[in-house]
């Protein structure tokens, strides 16, 4: 299996077929050219790889090697002036159907970076709180499409997206053959407008579903092709809450992925236009993650606050894609704020508290969580239980096979190091560095225990 690419660098490096010498080969060259030397070496492209940031000049030699413009260099910053980031299509264009098609035909391509830079996905999130959505009539060319195909097509994605988690491994081209389905009939169809908006919603929630899919085997860019899809569509059917959804879904991608200030702008935008309380809850907590992570305590306690107030207040059911959302879900997402703002000790409580509520279906929930709150004991020096939950969290996540949950616990297990003799600890260093190697055998050992 292919290591996912966890920088621009990287990925603007496999575009070009170089590898880290080989760029730094042609570092040299371009230097050369200017009549001055670089010590570019193999060794500081992977430290550039592994955050940090190259001088004014070594960014000037690469936008040669990389044909990048030397104004995007300054007016971008690094890294999102690199190649290999997209441009989301704009809503109001009349391109849902493209847009849905290229999520689904692009979603192989696994080896891809975060497709969207933070200006892009501010942007694309100010498109969604002005643009009007235009609901025009489906095409009349075509056959007409059957409302029964419909309905059949709509309680099958009801299942299909309501799996529980250990079994969605299994789902993906269920999942993708009915999304295609139901583009082509978008695509070629005769329907009428009622029937239209059905369509939208569907692909919508499919695509939605598909791009948690993604996510969770850290197929980012294949992700957030998909979240924009969902955008597009459920902006055709006039969905505002599901549009906002999935807006902040890849908010909470730029979130996991270590970028909230992105995160932060585009959850204010979707916020204005979303309505149920269930949702508007689960947006400012994403919200307040995103300002916890800024350092910003204040507005990270009164998104919190607000967060914890509309779930009370929600009397109508929730849709579908946030029906999960919860007072388990506020308790460990205030627990993981504190974390951030410095605070360990008060962040287990609450992170315990959500853990006790969370419904057992929800396993791969149950791991990130484990995963919160075996850092919240780290960080206080506990470290045979931090150890104990760690090692739980990673094998449900082996189990129910979220590559994303894994890494989570592996980018973990640096902070069990100093502590190799402690209770516990040698066996999850073990088993971790046995799932790099081996990821098969590993699995099996998950299983079994």
């Not at 590898?19 to 010590?39: C, I, N, P, T, Y």
């Not at 009349?140 to 997206?161: I, K």
């Not at 070629?188 to 919603?201: D, V």
């Not at 860019?221 to 459920?234: E, F, Q, S």
């Amino acid at each position: 299996m292919d290591e996912p690419i966890r920088h621009p660098l990287t990925y603007a490096r496999w575009l070009r077929g170089f590898s880290q010498a080989e760029l730094a080969r042609r570092v040299k060259e371009a230097a050369r050219r200017r009549d001055r030397r670089a010590g570019t070496s193999r060794q500081r492209v992977s430290l550039w790889e592994k955050g940090v940031t190259p001088d004014d000049f070594s960014q000037q030699l690469l936008s040669d090697v990389f044909d990048v413009p030397h104004d995007q260099v300054a007016a971008l910053g690094w890294p999102h002036w690199l190649p290999g980031q997209e441009t989301p299509v704009p809503l109001g264009s009349g391109l849902t159907i493209p847009v849905l098609r290229k999520a689904a035909q692009m979603a192989v391509d696994r080896r891809t970076f975060l497709a969207y830079t933070p200006a892009a996905l501010g942007a694309f999130a100010h498109q969604w709180a002005t643009i009007d959505p235009a609901l025009a009539v489906g095409s009349l060319e075509g056959r007409p499409v059957d409302p029964a195909l419909v309905d059949w097509l709509e309680t099958a994605a009801h299942g299909l997206n309501n799996l529980p988690t250990a079994h969605r491994q299994h789902t993906g081209p269920l999942l993708d053959a009915h999304l295609r389905t139901v583009v082509d009939l978008l695509d070629h169809g005769s329907y009428s407008h009622a029937i239209e908006l059905r369509l939208h919603s569907l692909a919508a929630a499919l695509s939605q579903t598909l791009g948690w899919h993604h996510f969770d085997h850290e197929h980012h860019a294949a992700a957030t092709r998909y979240w924009h899809a969902t955008v597009h569509a459920a902006h055709q059917a006039g969905d505002m809450n599901l549009g906002a959804g999935a807006l902040s879904d890849i908010a909470y991608q730029s979130i996991w992925l270590g970028k909230p200030h992105a995160a932060a702008q585009s959850l204010e935008h979707a916020l204005t236009r979303t309505t149920n309380p269930t949702a508007k809850a689960l947006l400012l907590l994403r919200k307040a993650r995103a300002h916890a992570m800024l350092r910003e305590a204040r507005a990270c306690y009164r998104d919190l606050a607000q967060a914890e107030m509309f779930l009370n207040s929600a009397s109508d059911a929730p849709p579908e894609w946030c029906s999960w959302m919860g007072f388990a879900d506020v308790a460990v997402d205030t627990g993981r704020c504190l974390i951030e703002l410095g605070e360990p000790a008060l962040a287990h409580a609450q992170i315990r508290q959500g853990i006790a509520l969370l419904p057992s279906a929800r396993a791969k929930t149950k791991s990130v969580f484990l995963g919160y709150e075996a850092q919240s004991l780290l960080a206080q020096g506990d470290i045979a239980q931090a150890a104990q939950l760690a090692h739980q969290s990673f094998g449900l996540a082996q189990q129910i096979g979220a590559s994303r949950c894994i890494q989570q616990i592996r980018d973990l297990t640096t902070g069990f190091t100093p502590y190799a003799s402690e209770q516990g600890v040698d066996r999850l260093l073990h088993d971790v560095t046995l799932a790099g190697r081996d990821p098969g055998k590993a699995k099996q050992q998950a299983q079994s225990s």
